[in-house]
Nanobody
Framework: QVQLVESGGGLVQPGGSLRLSCAAS????????MAWYRQAPGKQRELVAQ???????NYADSAKGRFTISRDNAKNTVYLEMNSPKPDDTAVYYC?????????WGQGTQVTVSS
């Protein structure tokens, strides 16, 4: 059974930093594309960043230069380092694991950017 467990969310001040983690189990982690999506109230879920099995990364324009996605295959964990967050980054952040037609999601972790 696939499990994706996010952690690290919470309240952060604008201009601060936060690191989200997603621990995966039940999959061969190293071959999966991993990603972070987010969904703000009243908005559609959107891609924030993704990292392939070959460690190629892709970022939403809103995340470029501020967020960094990385993965540790030894720990079956993907991270999202959020630097200089803005109030517009407030959302529930979801971990995603994909391989071929298979897609799995975590339960999400709330990130609130506010002073």
């Amino acid at each position: 059974q696939v499990q994706l467990v996010e952690s690290g969310g919470g309240l952060v001040q604008p201009g601060g930093s936060l690191r989200l983690s997603c621990a995966a189990s039940g999959i061969t982690f190293s071959i999966y594309t991993m990603a972070w999506y987010r969904q703000a109230p009243g908005k559609q879920r959107e891609l924030v960043a993704q990292i392939t099995s070959g460690r190629t990364t892709n970022y939403a324009d809103s995340a470029k230069g501020r967020f960094t996605i990385s993965r540790d295959n030894a720990k079956n964990t993907v991270y999202l380092e959020m630097n200089s967050p803005k109030p517009d980054d407030t959302a529930v952040y979801y971990c995603y694991a994909g391989f071929g037609v298979t897609a799995d999601w975590g339960q999400g972790t709330q990130v609130t950017v506010s002073s």
